[in-house]
């Protein structure tokens, strides 16, 4: 999709490394970066009296990001991270003892250690395990649903696997048997389509510093308008009512909408950055940028297969296939050195245990997979 100047002047790193790691940190982009210096450098120059000019950028990426998911901007909130994002879900429903909730067994930590956490709380869980081939299908899920389940949470991308749920049939498959469906989204917007209005999802999360090559940290918060009343804020802030700086009426009605999960003062740098990372997604497309991710994703589980890697995933039908693709420690994928090893050749992957998980975003091409598997070597 981009030309060789292109890729080095919209991504800088790629002039020095062969970067296949984007689901553990997309490298952000020069749009992005200047957008954050551009916000500190009138910090420095205006202070306060930039205040305005800043409230505008902040409701303007709000309803850009709400646009790019397919949302109201009044579902949508930001946060910290992602997994604060998932917290306020969590914390949100008044649970009973007795009550239960499901969830992949091996699912990220900002989700399954959040869910697992509820015990203190008296709910019980459902730890839904991975199939053999890598999966954890939405049908898995929705079988282990009780008359007690309150709450249904996963990955929309595995993290380990880049196995893709089927958030469509999740969701409905919760709101048949009466219980809410919250989906993590910080493996997939970015890379795969993501519409939470298609989705019927309740809540979704997203975060800001991967495949949307934003600034670290960010994360979004949405809440379907219909669900709004099923969580309420485990705590309030300054921003949590309708007038914040209204500090002379302390007791305040919620804030409308997802607004009312917002604590403090917002970060700035990271929300210019996030709006910038926006603008050059819609500049280029998200539908010719996912259709590239699924190209490259497909190119590398071909040149992996045809070496004698053994690739997680690769019996899944297309449509449960993401940006992410791991390839087994096995063989020589086994050594303990295969991080140094990457690292010394200018590659980024991430090697972890059990696997060595490649993520090409669209700045990538066909020559950088061909060079990781040079530093491989055969299987």
């Known amino acids: 999709m981009l030309s060789a100047t292109e890729r080095v002047r919209l991504f800088p790193v790629l002039g020095r490394l062969t970067y296949l790691n984007t689901a553990w940190r997309g490298p952000i982009s020069t749009p992005a970066a200047d957008a954050a210096k551009g916000y500190i450098d009138d910090l420095a120059l205006r202070?306060?009296?930039?205040?305005?000019?800043?409230?505008?950028?902040?409701?303007?990426?709000?309803?850009?990001?709400?646009?790019?998911?397919?949302?109201?901007?009044?579902?949508?909130?930001?946060?910290?991270?992602?997994?604060?994002?998932?917290?306020?879900?969590?914390?949100?429903?008044?649970?009973?003892?007795?009550?239960?909730?499901?969830?992949?067994?091996?699912?990220?930590?900002?989700?399954?250690?959040?869910?697992n956490d509820l015990a203190r709380k008296g709910v019980e869980l459902a730890n839904v395990p991975t199939r053999p081939d890598g999966s954890v299908p939405a049908e898995d899920l929705i079988?282990?649903?009780?008359?007690?389940?309150?709450?249904?949470?996963?990955?929309?991308?595995?993290?380990?696997?880049?196995?893709?749920?089927?958030?469509?049939?999740?969701?409905a498959g919760c709101r048949a048997r009466g219980a809410l469906c919250a989906l993590d989204s910080?493996?997939?917007?970015?890379?795969?389509?993501?519409?939470?209005?298609?989705?019927?999802?309740?809540?979704?999360?997203?975060?800001?510093?991967?495949?949307?090559?934003?600034?670290?940290?960010?994360?979004?918060?949405?809440?379907?308008?219909?669900?709004?009343?099923?969580?309420?804020?485990?705590?309030?802030?300054?921003?949590?009512?309708?007038?914040?700086?209204?500090?002379?009426?302390?007791?305040?009605?919620?804030?409308?909408?997802?607004q009312r999960f917002q604590l403090g003062a917002p970060a700035m740098p990271q929300v210019y950055a996030l709006r910038a990372a926006l603008?050059?997604?819609?500049?280029?497309?998200?539908?010719r940028i996912t259709a590239r991710v699924a190209e490259l994703s497909r190119e590398l589980r071909q040149i992996a297969a045809a070496r004698g890697y053994s690739v997680i995933g690769n019996d899944w039908n297309a449509q449960h296939h993401s940006g992410i693709v791991s390839l087994r420690r096995e063989g020589r994928l086994a050594e303990t050195g295969l991080g140094a090893k990457l690292a010394a050749a200018h590659v980024a992957a991430s090697a972890r245990q059990g696997i060595l998980r490649v993520s090409p975003h669209y700045y990538n091409e066909s020559a950088d997979l061909q060079r990781l598997f040079e530093v491989l070597g055969a299987s």
């Open 143 to 171: 079988a282990a649903i009780n008359p007690r389940t309150r709450l249904v949470a996963a990955s929309h991308v595995d993290f380990r696997t880049g196995y893709r749920m089927d958030a469509a049939k999740l969701a």
């Open 186 to 258: 910080v493996q997939g917007i970015g890379a795969v389509p993501v519409d939470v209005k298609q989705w019927d999802v309740d809540f979704a999360t997203f975060e800001g510093r991967k495949w949307l090559n934003g600034l670290d940290t960010l994360g979004v918060l949405y809440v379907r308008q219909g669900s709004l009343d099923a969580l309420t804020p485990h705590t309030l802030g300054t921003y949590s009512v309708p007038s914040p700086y209204d500090f002379e009426t302390p007791n305040q009605p919620l804030a409308p909408g997802a």
């Open 47 to 115: 202070g306060v009296t930039g205040f305005d000019d800043w409230q505008r950028v902040w409701f303007a990426a709000r309803d850009e990001f709400a646009a790019f998911v397919n949302a109201q901007p009044a579902e949508i909130q930001f946060l910290p991270n992602a997994t604060e994002a998932f917290a306020r879900i969590a914390l949100g429903i008044d649970w009973r003892p007795g009550d239960h909730a499901v969830v992949p067994a091996r699912d990220y930590p900002g989700v399954a250690r959040v869910l």
């Open 279 to 287: 603008k050059l997604q819609n500049e280029f497309g998200p539908a």
